[in-house]
């Protein structure tokens, strides 16, 4: 497990771009054959990307970092599957998950177990985990069966489909708010005007990019804008400070998760383009 400590609402100002990189992307979560984990300080956030090939991962505690007996102990998992076929084991009971398929793994759960259907085609399990006080029972979500709605414009080059896994509308979690946005072809711009949420931090995870595009994340507070150049299968974190808006050299899609103060996904203070430097 990688342990990240966050960069304060001014020292991010001057760092340089290995600064960044090293302390807001985590570009590394799949790794054949292991569980790849990012621990960070801010709202005890873990990011985690598991590559099953022909034996199952089982998915322990850290206990240095987190001085619990297993995993779940103390927390809620949300879980995508972004890879070929695989299953999700919780307590005994299996998920089977196709492409953008996800599972809710609830406070409690003691073994979670991932595997692959077919080596030739792995699945690749991403997930978020934030600390949980009430128990959820576990449940899966099928790609398409979820809310979803359709924003942006295509004159403004975001056209895209939001799609809402957990949240208080459909999966119900003790504070961990998940889902999925796809943009249309030809469409770039993501979460384009910029907004912050003083009371949740948000990951970003940028799928679905062919292997020569690239996503230029916008970070930093709305008067000091910074940016991290993020590729395929790489995630970026987002302190409750700083605004997180991205845009692409081609086609892509994302999984965004929240965790904080709140679960309401309207909760977030806008921020006007004119005040955007």
């Known amino acids: 497990m990688e342990v990240r400590y966050s960069p304060g609402v001014t020292s991010y100002r001057t760092m340089t771009t290995s600064e960044l990189r090293s302390a807001f992307l985590m570009e590394n979560l799949f790794v054949d054959g292991k569980i790849s984990l990012y621990y960070f300080d801010i709202d005890r956030a873990i990011v985690g990307g598991v590559s099953p090939l022909k034996k199952p991962l089982k998915l ?63 699945a690749r399990f991403y997930f978020v985990s934030y600390p949980a006080h009430a128990f959820y029972p576990t449940m899966q979500m099928k790609f398409g069966q979820v809310y979803s709605a359709r924003l942006g ?27 999925l946005t796809e943009l249309d072809e030809g469409n770039i711009w993501n979460t384009m005007p910029v907004h912050t949420h003083q ?26 804008t910074r940016h991290i150049v993020a590729r395929n299968n790489q995630a970026v974190i987002s302190p409750s400070w700083s605004i997180h808006s991205g845009a692409a050299t081609k086609r892509y899609s994302f999984i965004w998760a929240m965790g904080g103060e709140n679960q309401a996904f309207e909760d977030m203070d806008a921020v006007e383009m004119s005040s955007l430097m």
Do not use: W
């Open 153 to 179: 414009k295509k004159e403004d080059a975001n056209l895209r489909t939001l799609n809402r896994y957990i949240h208080t509308g459909g999966v119900t979690s003790s504070q961990l708010v998940m889902g």
């Open 60 to 122: 322990e505690s850290s206990k240095k970092e987190m001085a619990a007996d297993y995993f779940a102990e103390r927390r809620e998992i949300g879980v995508f599957n972004v890879g070929g076929p695989g299953k999700v084991k919780a307590d005994g009971e299996s998920f089977e998950l196709d492409f953008k398929d996800a599972v809710y793994i609830g406070k409690g759960t003691r073994d979670v177990v991932f595997s692959s259907a077919g080596s030739s085609k792995p």
């Open 199 to 224: 009371r949740r931090t948000e990951v970003y995870f940028y799928f679905g990019l062919e292997d020569d595009a690239v996503v230029f994340h916008i970070m930093g507070e709305p008067s000091e």
